[in-house]
């Protein structure tokens, strides 16, 4: 039984508000929190019994230092780790690679092998902490340095826990971080599902992500279209490699942006929801509940923030955070003031992180599950979101499916349109944007930021270099070569993948050989 909750007036705060409680109607449209079609919510309590998990994304230089930045946050109440990785790392080269040169630790964390996935890991309890990796195209790398880290420090494979971002499809439309070309990237990713499916049970195997393609632009009704979509294609794709449906489904995660309009972002949340859970209802006949709930990440919008004013962002990210609490979010990155400037400093992350303390622990919008749900406006608005995102999908389907859609440049053409017409409107006035274009100051007020240490690159090529000379150099070549005939065949990758990266195989190598059977992606020419 949960604690009566009630207002600083003494009124009662029902756990849920529905036709019983104030008659309203609307109780067999919306349905309720924990149930089909999961409009309200994907657990009856929502926040009632457990906050969303806060995470602070975070990652830069070494793993020494940003190691450091983790345990401060999970010293300050962080209840989840998540992890940003250097250019580098997220494209498969060696800190070493002529390409990597002046990227090394720049907008993450640089990770060569084993050796630094343990100090980035170095006194972090791997059973108890909730790990997010924003990795694509080497997200099974990451994962696995990851797996041999819990294993070393003696976690059971049932208590590793956690999400790896793992799409690859986002990838060719909006930020492109990508390796390989779509159809062995989806290989990789069908891969990864039932290697975690087999041996970690409790792992997310995919955020499938609306973020990215926010930030590039999109609108919100096309980061729920667009993201659906992606999602269909990873579960056509893992059917037609021979999963089930629900052995893999109920892993599935999603990535969210929320930006400044509040209440469009709370129904995109619903819309969303709902949507997906249809989808996999209808489309591929999901009986696990677990297979229809769309769970998913929040961060706050990066697109929004300004390099003017940039105190004005605390502002934002409270908006934009509460609106992803009442949308329901599982999970929430709040961005950091000074991110329009620089990578977080310790401070700027300590707000962000303080944010979300304050609407979980003071707001009162926790004690109930959907607190906006039977608004006219929201729901008007959530099923206005869903119905175009069906049009789109539907549009979508007509071309093939979404690897087509975004093969044909479909997909980022739309995205780029969106942001163009985005622009446009701020500068014309149109869309105002505080401290931009309208209440300026004559001058801005300095800030103190996070500075990149100037030898981080060299030490990390001195340890790289220490790896190599002091690992089984003929134990790595055959785990290599073992994955080399894994991808000229049919085998599952992963397996092989394991055994080189636990020699020391460096994640640049294991890279180049998927590169010399796969190839690289180019995007078509304009």
């Not at 998540?82 to 790392?89: C, E, G, N, Q, Y």
């Not at 494979?157 to 999400?163: E, H, M, R």
């Amino acid at each position: 039984m949960t604690q009566e909750r009630t207002t600083d007036s003494g009124i009662e705060i029902q756990p849920l508000y529905d036709e019983e409680s104030v008659g309203s109607g609307l109780t067999d449209r919306l349905g309720v929190p924990g149930r089909f079609p999961f409009t309200r919510g994907v657990y009856p309590g929502m926040y009632r019994q457990r906050l969303w998990t806060m995470r602070q994304y975070a990652g830069f230089g070494s793993a020494e230092a940003t190691n450091e930045r983790f345990r401060y946050l999970l010293g300050a109440g962080q209840t989840g780790l998540s992890v940003a990785f250097d250019l580098p790392t997220q494209m498969g080269y060696d800190s070493d690679h002529p390409k990597a040169m002046d990227e090394v630790g720049r907008v993450g964390v640089a990770i060569d092998s084993l050796a630094d996935m343990e100090l980035l890991l170095k006194d972090i309890p791997l059973g108890d902490v909730s790990t997010s990796m924003t990795i694509n195209a080497t997200a099974s790398i990451l994962l696995l340095l990851y797996q041999l880290v819990s294993e070393k420090q003696g976690v059971p494979a049932n208590k590793v826990t956690g999400t790896t971002q793992n799409d690859i499809l986002k990838e060719y439309t909006a930020r492109g971080t990508y390796i390989y070309p779509p159809k062995p990237s989806m290989r990789i990713i069908t891969d990864l599902f039932a290697y975690c499916r087999d041996e970690l049970p409790r792992w997310n195997t995919i955020s499938i992500s609306g973020y990215h393609m926010r930030e590039a632009g999109s609108t919100a009704v096309q980061e729920v279209a667009f993201t659906i979509a992606d999602g269909i294609a990873y579960v056509e794709a893992a059917v037609a490699a021979g999963l089930t449906v629900d052995d893999f489904a109920p892993r599935l995660s999603f990535f969210f942006a929320c930006h400044m309009n509040f209440f469009e972002e709370v129904a995109k949340f619903r819309a969303a929801r709902r949507l997906w859970a249809s989808v996999m209802k209808e489309r591929f006949h999901a009986q696990n509940p677990k297979s229809l709930m769309l769970r998913f990440h929040t961060q706050t919008g990066g697109a929004t923030l300004t390099a003017q004013q940039p105190e004005n962002n605390i502002v934002r990210t409270a908006l934009e955070a509460l609106a992803a609490v009442m949308g329901g979010t599982q999970s929430l990155h709040t961005n950091s003031f000074d991110e329009a400037l620089a990578l977080p400093s310790e401070k700027a992350a300590r707000i962000a992180l303080r944010t979300q303390q304050v609407i979980g622990y003071e707001s009162g919008v926790a004690d109930t599950a959907d607190p906006l749900g039977g608004s006219w406006m929201v729901e008007s608005l959530t099923d206005e979101i869903e119905q175009r995102a069906r049009e789109y999908l539907e549009r979508i389907d007509s071309m093939g499916g979404a690897v087509e859609a975004i093969e044909s440049g479909w997909m980022k053409d739309e995205i780029e349109n969106a942001a163009y017409r985005i622009n446009q409107d701020v500068e014309s006035g149109e869309r105002i944007v505080v401290g931009v274009n309208r209440f300026q100051l004559e001058q801005e007020e300095p800030v103190e930021l996070h500075t990149l240490d100037p030898e981080l690159q060299r030490r990390q090529i001195s340890r790289l270099q220490d790896v190599r000379a002091q690992r089984d150099q003929a134990e790595v070549d055959a785990a290599l070569k073992d994955l080399e005939e894994a991808a000229r065949g049919g085998d599952n990758l992963l397996y092989p993948m394991k055994t080189a990266l636990g020699a020391y195989a460096t994640l640049g190598e294991v890279s180049d050989v998927l590169r010399g059977i796969f190839g690289e992606y180019e995007p078509r020419s304009v």
